[in-house]
């Protein structure tokens, strides 16, 4: 079973901060996902990834598949960015229709 | 709104009683999950169905039951739960192609 490890756990800027946030996980995977959850308890994909960059927004995911490693980052950070953000990949490496596994969320304070 | 449909949104629930959580998706998504998340705890699989079929049971008790009558619609059927039980169900659909999940806005269930 893959295992994901995210930092940090709690995170607190000023608005126009450029945020990072971090993710690794132990077992070779097709694709990882990072996504976004509201204090309502509501989650929405952000991204999947399997190589490289992508960017929405102002939001950027990278991903390094031979070291085990993504990060997001948030350029220009709003207090409407604050949430908590998680990582998530596939359970078992063989990825399809497995279900993921999460880690423990960053918890997201951008102050005015 | 994900397109995805949770009810109810809240429930309370005692020790003998027994209810159903109801998720529906008309995304025309063949694979559908349940996740649970629980106080200070990630994100946890609990079950997966891909085309009606059950193809994972990530050892949820027994007092946990799903049902897939359709790929549009799955149910848990929650019966003689402990108050440990108590947390965020959410259930998920993915598209065919595997690049977004779609989650609901999840059922909080308070187990009295």
């Known amino acids: 079973k893959n295992e994901v490890e995210q930092s940090p756990q709690n995170l607190t800027a000023q608005e126009g901060e450029f945020i990072t946030i971090n993710c690794s996980y132990s077992?070779?995977?097709?694709?990882l996902h990072w996504l976004q959850q509201h204090p309502g308890g509501g989650i929405v994909s952000l991204f999947m990834l399997s190589s490289g960059k992508k960017k929405h927004g102002r939001l950027i995911a990278t991903i390094n598949i031979q070291e085990k490693h993504s990060s997001l980052h948030i350029t220009a950070s709003h207090p409407r960015d604050s949430a908590v953000y998680i990582c998530a990949v596939p359970l078992y490496s063989g990825g399809g229709a497995d279900g993921l596994t999460f880690g423990k969320g960053t918890h997201l304070i951008i102050q005015p | 709104e994900t397109g995805v449909t949770q009810t109810p949104r809240h429930l309370v629930m005692g020790m003998t009683n027994k209810k159903s959580l109801k998720c529906e998706q008309h995304l025309g998504h063949n694979a559908m999950y349940w996740y649970k998340q629980s106080a200070k705890k990630p994100l946890e699989l609990m079950f997966v169905y891909n085309f009606k079929e059950q193809t994972e049971n990530n050892s949820v008790p027994s007092r946990f039951s799903p049902e897939c009558p359709n790929s549009s619609h799955l149910f848990l059927h929650l019966h003689t739960l402990q108050p440990e039980d108590s947390a965020l169900y959410l259930c998920?659909?993915?598209?065919?192609?595997?690049?977004?999940?779609?989650f609901g806005e999840g059922s909080w269930l308070t187990v009295v």
């Open positions: 998920a659909s993915k598209d065919r192609s595997g690049n977004t999940i779609y």
């Open positions: 077992v070779g995977i097709s694709a």
